[in-house]
């Protein structure tokens, strides 16, 4: 087995209908962008009823027909919110954590130890977050962070921080579920390494594409000139 093979996105959820929610971060082939992604799925029609919505630079899930919601507390969240030259990229409302975290002179590490799983049991659904780092010189780093139960119980809360300095054309990519499943089973071992193309719309298109049909809601994905700091995005939506 090769450690160290980079699968592009349509090779690491081939056959997978159900990954849940995911974050992609990395950097360009090139070496002159930052990317983040996140996509949300769903399975009932609470979950599907969504849709994401872009407000000064901030990413916002939001019910794509207000009188179907059934349940917000879990999917009508903040998912992408900067705090100065840090951008915060989670599956929950511990988007807000962090940045209120990073505001309390917080690392993202610190200002996790508040939270921990979904309480959606059977599912016990982890807590996927990231965060980019942005430096002054051009350079930037991230970390990724997953709490998921440690037992089927969901007694007691396993926290993994991972920490990346960046290498051109590669990126890290956590998801929420292994797979489909009735509990759905978590997510299991390092964030995946996935290839990061030089081109948004390429990537956005390799997504989008490789996730189940039936389940995939929205997808966002943001490219940052680690210069300029220009920002690139594209935002698909299911529900139109």
Not at 4 to 25: A, C, H, L, S, W
Not at 112 to 138: H, K, M, V
Not at 167 to 175: D, E, K, L, P
Not at 207 to 232: H, M, Q
């Amino acid at each position: 087995m090769d450690i160290y093979k980079i699968n592009t996105f349509d090779e690491q959820v081939k056959g997978n209908k159900y990954p849940g929610r995911g974050i992609i971060v990395g950097e360009t082939a090139d070496g002159t962008k930052a990317v983040a992604a996140y996509f949300i799925m769903g399975r009932s029609a609470n979950s599907r009823n969504r849709v994401f919505t872009e407000k000064n630079g901030e990413v916002f899930t939001e019910p794509f027909d207000a009188s179907k919601v059934e349940d917000p507390s879990l999917i009508i969240y903040a998912a992408i919110r900067k705090f100065e030259n840090h951008l915060i990229v989670t599956n929950g409302n511990q988007t807000d954590t962090i940045y209120d975290g990073l505001a309390a002179g917080k690392c993202f590490n610190k200002a996790l130890q508040s939270r921990c799983f979904e309480p959606d049991a059977p599912n016990f659904t982890p807590r996927i977050s990231a965060q980019l780092n942005f430096q002054d010189d051009g350079t930037f780093n991230y970390k990724m962070s997953i709490l998921k139960s440690a037992d089927a119980e969901g007694s007691a809360c396993n926290r993994y921080l991972y920490s990346y300095e960046p290498v051109s054309g590669m990126g890290h990519f956590i998801h929420t579920y292994e797979c489909d499943g009735n509990p759905i089973p978590t997510f299991q071992g390092e964030p995946r390494r996935i290839a990061i193309p030089d081109s948004i719309d390429e990537f956005t298109e390799t997504i989008w594409n490789a996730l189940d049909e039936d389940n995939k809601i929205s997808l966002y994905v943001r490219y940052t000139d680690l210069v300029s700091g220009e920002v690139e995005n594209r935002m698909i939506n299911k529900n139109k």
